[in-house]
C-alpha cells in the first residue's frame, strides 16, 4: 500500500519505515508487559527514528517513516483495547533481562542498514540521471546484441520518439552496414572495447557518420553482462572539416599559382612560416630550408640589406598597414638581384601574420634599361637628324623638338614643348597644312606633301613633310619630319632654266646647220 500510495519512494525507504514501525512496536510492547508507560517509549523511539531519518533520508521519505510509524502506533492501540490476551505470547517470548536493549540495538542496526542501502540507492539513481541527461548517445544491448536500453540521446539521434520503438531491436538494424557492426560487436567481445566511425541510419531513412565507442561490460566475477556504446554524431564536424580542406586547398592552389614570390612571416622575429613555390624558385631553396633561414640569410647584407633593416620593415608595416621598398635578394650561388617588396599584416588561424609579395626585378630592371638606352639612341638619332623632327599631340602641341628645329625657329625646346603649331607660326600655308591633317585623319600617314616654313627672319622656305600617328607611353601622337627643299628647289629651277637655254641654243643651232646645208 506504501508503495503504491507513494511511487517514487525506494525500496529501502520502505525497509526503513517497517523497521522503525516495528521497532517502535517491539519497544511498547515490552513496555506494556512491565506496567511502563508505552507513549513515554513511543515517544523516545519516535525521536529517534525521525532524526535519524532526517539526517539519512529525503524530506518526503522522513514524512512517509513517520506517517508509517503513526499507522502502527494506532493499530497498537486498537488492539490493546480489544484484550490483552493477544500479548500472551509476547509475553512468553520476552524473558531475557535485557531485551529492551536488544531492542534497540536491532532498530538501531536495521535503521543503519536501511541507510546503507538507500546511500546507495541514491548513487545509483545519480548514476541513471546521469546517462538519462547525457549529451551524448548511450545505448547497451546484451550480448546477442538485442538492445535493452537507450539514453533519450540516443533514442533523438536516430529519429525515435521513444525508448519502446528501440528495444528488443538487433543494434545491426541502426546501421548501414550491417558486416561492419558485427565485425565490431565481435572485436568488442574478443578484446573489450572499440572505437572508430559507422554510418548510421536513422528512422527517416537519413545517415549520419557516428563516432562510437563500445565496451564490453563485466560483472565482479570478470563474466561479460552486455555492451554499453557511446555514440556521437560527428557528419557536420566531418563537413566542416571538408569545407576546411577544400578551402585550404584552394588557398595552396592560389598560393602556389602566383608568380610573385610570396612569404608568410612571423612578426615578432620576421621567421619564414610558410613561402609559395614561386618564392622557393626565386631564392633556391626548398621550402623546409627557407623556413630555417632568416631573411638576412637571403639578402644582400654586405650591400646594407640587414636583419634589422628587415625587421624594421616589418614593423613599419605593422604600424602603417602597408610597407614598400625596394630590396636587394640573394641566392645559393651569391648573385644577388634587385626585388619590390610589399608588407602587409594579415590573419592567418588566428594568429598575426605579416604577408610579403616580393617581386623580382631582373627581368624590369633590364627591360628598363633597354629602353633608357633605346631612348637614349633614339634621341641621339632625334637631334642629330638634318631634317626637322618634331613629336606632336593630336591637340597639335609640341611634346618633343629636335635640335635641327630649334636652329630653324630661332627656338629652344623648352620654348617650344607644350605650345601649338598655330602659335608658334612656323608653317606658313594654312591649306598645307589642312592637307596634312586630312590625310593623318584618314589613313594615319603623310607622304612627301609640301609644306611652307617662315624662319625668324621671315624667309620663306620650301619643304616636304611626311607624317605618322604613333603611340607613345598609350596615347596616340603625330611624328612629324620635315625638309627643307628651298636650295634642292633653286638648284632644280637653275638646271631647269639651264636645259632650257641648252634647248634654245640647240635649237639655234640646228636652224643654222640646216641654213648651212640648204645654202
Known amino acids: 500500500g506504501l508503495r503504491e500510495a507513494s511511487p517514487t519512494a525506494s525500496l529501502s525507504t520502505l525497509w526503513t519505515a517497517l523497521a522503525a514501525a516495528l521497532g517502535a512496536f517491539l519497544g511498547m510492547t515490552f513496555a506494556a508487559s512491565r506496567g511502563e508507560g508505552v507513549w513515554d517509549t513511543a515517544v523516545v523511539g519516535y525521536l529517534v527514528v525521525i532524526m535519524l531519518s532526517g539526517l539519512l533520508l529525503r524530506r518526503g521519505e522522513t514524512v512517509l517513516l513517520a506517517c508509517a510509524c503513526v499507522s502502527v502506533t494506532l493499530a497498537f492501540v486498537w488492539v490493546q483495547q480489544t484484550g490483552r490476551a493477544h500479548y500472551a505470547a509476547a509475553d512468553a517470548l520476552i524473558t531475557c533481562r535485557d531485551l529492551d536493549s536488544m531492542i534497540v540495538g536491532v532498530t538501531v542496526l536495521v535503521l543503519g542498514f536501511s541507510a546503507y542501502l538507500e546511500a546507495a540507492n541514491r548513487e545509483l539513481r545519480i548514476k541513471n540521471l546521469a546517462i538519462e541527461s547525457a549529451v551524448n548517445a548511450m545505448a547497451m544491448a546484451d550480448l546477442r546484441g538485442a538492445v535493452r536500453y537507450a539514453n533519450p540521446a540516443a533514442v533523438a539521434l536516430w529519429g525515435y520518439e521513444s525508448l519502446s ?308 607611353r598609350g596615347q596616340p601622337h603625330v611624328l612629324t619630319i620635315w625638309q627643307d627643299v628651298t636650295a634642292r628647289r633653286a638648284a632644280e629651277f637653275a638646271l631647269e632654266q639651264a636645259v632650257k637655254r641648252l634647248e634654245a641654243t640647240n635649237a639655234e643651232l640646228e636652224r643654222f646647220t640646216y641654213t648651212v646645208s640648204h645654202d
Open 165 to 472: 520503438e528501440i528495444v528488443g531491436r538487433d543494434v545491426l538494424s541502426f546501421v548501414t552496414s550491417p558486416e561492419n557492426a558485427a565485425a565490431v560487436l565481435a572485436e568488442t567481445a574478443r578484446s573489450g572495447a572499440w572505437r572508430g566511425e559507422l554510418i548510421a541510419r536513422r528512422r527517416d531513412g537519413r545517415t549520419l557518420t557516428i563516432e562510437t565507442t563500445t565496451s564490453l561490460v563485466v560483472d565482479e566475477r570478470g563474466q561479460p553482462v552486455c555492451l554499453l556504446g557511446t555514440f556521437l554524431d560527428i557528419t557536420e564536424r566531418l563537413a566542416a572539416q571538408a569545407a576546411i580542406a577544400e578551402r585550404e586547398h584552394s588557398y595552396r592552389e592560389i598560393f602556389n599559382s602566383v608568380q610573385d614570390a610570396i612569404f608568410v612571416h612571423d612578426p615578432r622575429d620576421g621567421a619564414f612560416l610558410d613561402a609559395n613555390n614561386a618564392a622557393l624558385t626565386m631564392y633556391g631553396h626548398d621550402r623546409d630550408a627557407i623556413r630555417a633561414l632568416s631573411i638576412a640569410e637571403i639578402s644582400a647584407v654586405d650591400e646594407g640589406y640587414t636583419q634589422e633593416r628587415a625587421l624594421g620593415n616589418l614593423q613599419r608595416a605593422l604600424a602603417e598597414g602597408e610597407a614598400r621598398f625596394d630590396w636587394r635578394g640573394r641566392r645559393p650561388d651569391g648573385e644577388t638581384f634587385w626585388c619590390e617588396v610589399r608588407l602587409t599584416p594579415s590573419s592567418i588561424g588566428g594568429e598575426g601574420r605579416v604577408l610579403a609579395v616580393v617581386r623580382d626585378m631582373r627581368a624590369q630592371r633590364a627591360a628598363e634599361a633597354a629602353v633608357r638606352e633605346s631612348e637614349e639612341m633614339l634621341r641621339t638619332i632625334f637631334d642629330a637628324s638634318p631634317f626637322v623632327m618634331v613629336m606632336s599631340g593630336m591637340d597639335s602641341r609640341f611634346v618633343a623638338v629636335n635640335q635641327t628645329f630649334t636652329s630653324f625657329a630661332g627656338l629652344s625646346a623648352e620654348e617650344a614643348v607644350g605650345r601649338p603649331f598655330a602659335e608658334i607660326g612656323v608653317w606658313r600655308n594654312e591649306e598645307h597644312g589642312r592637307a596634312l591633317r586630312a590625310a593623318l585623319d584618314a589613313t594615319g600617314r603623310a607622304d612627301l606633301l609640301p609644306m611652307e616654313a617662315r624662319d625668324p627672319h621671315g624667309q620663306v622656305h620650301h619643304g616636304e613633310c611626311t607624317a605618322r600617328v604613333v603611340q607613345l
